[in-house]
């Protein structure tokens, strides 16, 4: 995952005090005009080189090969990545600036003699000191960020994706479970509490990736917070088709109209992709009790195992992906 890697970022405080101390220790090595030199490129190479490296170490928000749009989503949803975007602009220029200041005294302490040179070495060390201050908000935001966004979900969106949505209790996080090896591949994340579930199966050599999302897409966009309707938009970038499951026996908790309102909601915003409205729980309902307001693609027993295969077939067959094939030439 992109956000996984990203190093730490230091605070000024704790970059000025690594440059100087490896500054003073290079010092010690030399003698007379090299010896405030040395310090002074080794403070500068440090403190540019870190700055560089906090701002190297991100991906480019611009590029879409870089940052997918599902996780360009995701991140906004958490950090606001203009606010990001800018920080990591303001260090990169401080690292310029650092590499201009070492220029700009080091000519100064090749003329000059010891005394003054110390006193040249002394005003770069406090210019250093200042424009690594000037960036520390800027840091922290840019380290607050990295945490915020190192657990988001580890998901593929290269991989054909089939998302199943869904009261609560009708049976997703069985069916998810059922056909992949997801079982107990949970966890939270911001803009849901109950955790994302995903899983993988494979039919004809190729990998399919479902991902079941409580706390998103169980209940009615006008119960989703900012973050969580964020979250929904992201998945837009990532589901290659989606599967509505509803409960005709309201044994869920719900009565099938409210779950057939969510469905519609579904299926009107995720219109560019197949939606399936899968009605489970056959086992305990005759296909005949169905109203004709459930329009029901298919119908399933997780319980039973009945027509779930049947499920992932018909899934598989709408994504219909096709894999990018080496140029043979």
Request: some cysteine; glycine content about 4%.
């Amino acid at each position: 995952m992109i956000f996984e890697d990203l190093p730490t970022t230091p605070t000024s405080e704790e970059l000025i005090d690594k440059a100087f101390s490896r500054a003073a220790r290079a010092g010690k090595a030399k003698g007379g005009l090299e010896a405030q030199q040395s310090m002074l490129q080794t403070a500068a190479n440090i403190i540019s080189d870190n700055l560089e490296n906090v701002v190297t170490a991100w991906p480019d928000f611009e590029y879409e090969d870089d940052v997918h749009p599902f996780y360009y989503e995701l991140a906004d949803a958490i950090v606001d990545v203009d606010k990001l975007r800018q920080a990591l602009s303001e260090v990169m220029w401080a690292s310029r600036k650092a590499r201009e200041i070492h220029e700009e005294y080091q000519s100064r302490l090749r003329k000059t003699d010891v005394d003054t040179a110390r006193k040249h070495r002394k005003q770069a060390f406090a210019r250093l000191a200042d424009i690594v201050e000037q960036v520390d908000d800027h840091l922290l935001y840019i380290n607050k960020s990295r945490n915020d966004l190192r657990d988001l979900p580890e998901i593929n969106p290269d991989e054909p994706t089939i998302v199943v949505a869904g009261y609560p209790n009708v049976g997703k996080s069985s069916f998810v479970n059922d056909i992949t090896n997801a079982r107990g591949e949970t966890a939270s994340y911001p803009f849901t509490t109950k955790g994302i579930g995903v899983g993988h199966f494979e039919r004809d050599h190729l990998r399919y990736q479902i991902v079941d999302t409580p706390g998103l897409l169980d209940r009615p966009p006008q119960d989703r917070n900012e973050i969580e309707s964020q979250a929904v938009s992201a998945i837009e970038h990532l589901a290659d088709c989606m599967l509505v499951m509803v409960d005709p026996t309201g044994e869920c908790g719900y009565p099938i109209g409210p779950q057939l309102e969510l469905r519609d909601s579904i299926s009107s915003q995720f219109e560019d992709i197949p939606v399936f409205t899968i009605a489970n729980k056959e086992d305990r309902f005759e296909e005949g009790d169905l109203t004709e307001a459930v329009a029901a693609d298919y119908t399933m027993s997780i319980e039973t195992g009945s027509n779930v295969e049947t499920v992932v077939d018909a899934t598989v067959e709408a994504i219909d992906y096709e894999p990018e094939l080496p140029f043979d030439g």
